[in-house]
């Protein structure tokens, strides 16, 4: 990522930031009506119940993704009509710089073991450095490969 787009983006110095890695489970392109072709969404999901109960598109094999996650390993992350390129944590932010992409079907996961604070949330920017307004959404997070009893 542009060092001059993450300066613009991120409040403190990029050493203070951990870049979370993506593990690409699902990239699609909805052809139907699903999706609003301008809302954009991301959610976090800490354990297989939570993304049990997500949405998925017709041609993806739910039960064959879920046995994909490890949940004491990663997070799942589904993101719609958002095409996310980099993500930095700080703290209880997760930053996000991507590009909107209508009706775009995104599911990815992220290892768990870096997160070291019981609460996050995300903020989106484009790959301009312009802020995409989203709902404030707060995620729990259980530290330490702790899934049971999460629902």
């Given at each position: 990522?542009?060092?001059?787009?993450?300066?613009?983006?991120?409040?403190?110095?990029?050493?203070?930031?951990?870049?979370?890695?993506?593990k690409d489970l699902v990239?699609?392109?909805?052809?139907?009506?699903?999706?609003?072709?301008?809302?954009?969404?991301?959610?976090?999901?800490?354990?297989?119940?939570?993304?049990?109960?997500?949405?998925?598109?017709?041609?993806?094999?739910?039960?064959?993704?879920?046995?994909?996650?490890?949940?004491?390993?990663?997070?799942?992350?589904?993101?719609?009509?958002?095409?996310?390129?980099?993500?930095?944590?700080?703290?209880?932010?997760?930053?996000?710089?991507?590009?909107?992409?209508?009706?775009?079907?995104?599911?990815?996961?992220?290892?768990?073991?870096?997160?070291?604070?019981?609460?996050?949330?995300?903020?989106?920017?484009?790959?301009?450095?312009?802020?995409?307004?989203?709902p404030i959404r707060v995620?729990?997070?259980?530290?330490?490969?702790?899934?049971?009893?999460?629902?």
């Amino acid at each position: 990522m542009d060092r001059e787009l993450l300066n613009k983006v991120l409040r403190y110095p990029l050493v203070q930031y951990i870049t979370l890695t993506r593990k690409d489970l699902v990239k699609t392109q909805l052809n139907i009506g699903v999706l609003s072709r301008d809302d954009i969404s991301i959610q976090l999901f800490v354990s297989e119940r939570q993304l049990a109960a997500a949405y998925f598109p017709n041609h993806v094999n739910k039960d064959e993704i879920l046995g994909k996650v490890n949940f004491n390993k990663k997070f799942a992350v589904i993101s719609l009509n958002y095409d996310v390129k980099d993500l930095k944590y700080r703290t209880t932010k997760i930053t996000a710089i991507g590009q909107p992409i209508p009706r775009l079907y995104y599911l990815f996961t992220v290892d768990r073991r870096l997160f070291y604070r019981h609460k996050v949330y995300f903020q989106l920017y484009d790959c301009r450095g312009r802020k995409i307004d989203i709902p404030i959404r707060v995620y729990n997070i259980p530290l330490a490969g702790r899934t049971e009893n999460l629902y």
